[in-house]
């Protein structure tokens, strides 16, 4: 079931590694918002730190252009406990990293309590999506073409389904 959630000022995309999904996410979300006319800040980032400071695998990279997306220039970093101070909303692309990430917020709420109400609002990316509702965006990281095909598939619909979802708030 949908989450109503208002439209964020700030949204972070986060995946394992910051090469694949959220990166990708990261652009498609930042173009479909700029088309849209929102004022949004967008950014990604991995709960795993094997890829810091490297850019998204070649193969996101090749099948984002196909798209139109241009994510080639992009970093990854490791999601940071200023993160969930920065961000509004922080979308994980799957239920694990959505765990993890919620592992860490509830870290930082046990250290502060009274800052727990201005820690972003975590939410699977998939959950607005009438499509892939509660889905996990699949990880193309070991499969072929068709992977990242269907990746960047889940990955449009979610980011559609939140712009319409934010543009009725």
């Not at 765990?99 to 727990?116: G, T, V, Y």
């Not at 990746?151 to 559609?160: F, K, P």
Request: proline share 5%.
């Amino acid at each position: 079931m949908p989450i109503k959630v208002s439209a964020p000022k700030s949204v972070l995309l986060v995946c394992l590694g910051n090469i694949c999904r959220s990166p990708t996410a990261e652009e498609v979300l930042r173009q479909k918002a700029a088309v849209e006319g929102m004022s949004l800040t967008v950014d990604s980032a991995g709960t795993g730190d094997w890829h810091i400071g490297k850019h998204p695998d070649d193969r996101a990279i090749a099948h984002a252009k196909a798209y139109g997306y241009a994510i080639s220039k992009l970093v990854a970093r490791q999601v940071q406990p200023d993160d969930f101070y920065q961000f509004d909303l922080i979308l994980a692309m799957d239920k694990q990293n959505l765990q993890d990430l919620q592992a860490i917020k509830d870290r930082l709420i046990n250290e502060n309590p009274e800052q727990s109400e201005t820690l972003a609002k975590l939410v699977l990316f998939s959950e607005e999506d009438p499509i892939h509702a509660g889905e996990d965006v699949p990880d193309p990281y070991y499969g072929g073409d068709e992977a990242f095909e269907r990746c960047i598939a889940h990955i449009e619909s979610g980011a559609n389904a939140w712009i319409e979802s934010w543009k009725s708030c």
